[in-house]
């Protein structure tokens, strides 16, 4: 299994970005995904989940209205759209799939995990 993240870069403070994240080798329509980031020095913390149909999503907090999770199971693939970005979420975003129709923000929910792609936000 293999989970390709891309589309990070380097944006000022309140540009957007786009990140995807493509699954191989095997499908995870009957899986939710999620999005989770850790930025230098912290911990990793989650960003966004979406159920197997996109159904249900959820949010952190902190990009609640800012971020929208997207799915597209007849290509195998996540999104995440990033707006209005601050400094603060600055990190590598990691793709995950997870172990049910719905992981929610649990970590230990996710089975699998992309290599992360770098998201830097000037000010």
């Known amino acids: 299994v293999q989970l390709q993240a891309s589309g990070g870069g380097l944006v000022q403070a309140g540009g957007s970005l786009r990140l995807s994240c493509a699954a191989s080798r095997r499908t995870f329509s009957n899986n939710g995904m999620g999005w989770f980031r850790q930025a230098p020095g912290k911990e990793r913390e989650f960003v966004s989940a979406?159920?197997?149909?996109?159904?249900?999503?959820s949010y952190a907090d902190s990009v609640k209205g800012r971020f929208t999770i997207s799915r597209d199971n007849a290509k195998n693939r996540v999104n995440l759209q990033m707006n209005s970005l601050k400094p603060e979420d600055t990190a590598l975003y990691y793709c995950?799939?997870?172990?049910?129709?719905?992981?929610?923000?649990?970590?230990?929910?996710?089975?699998?995990w992309g290599q992360g792609t770098l998201v830097t936000v000037s000010s």
């Open positions: 995950a799939v997870g172990r049910a129709a719905y992981s929610g923000s649990d970590y230990r929910t996710y089975a699998y």
């Open positions: 979406i159920s197997w149909n996109g159904a249900i999503t």
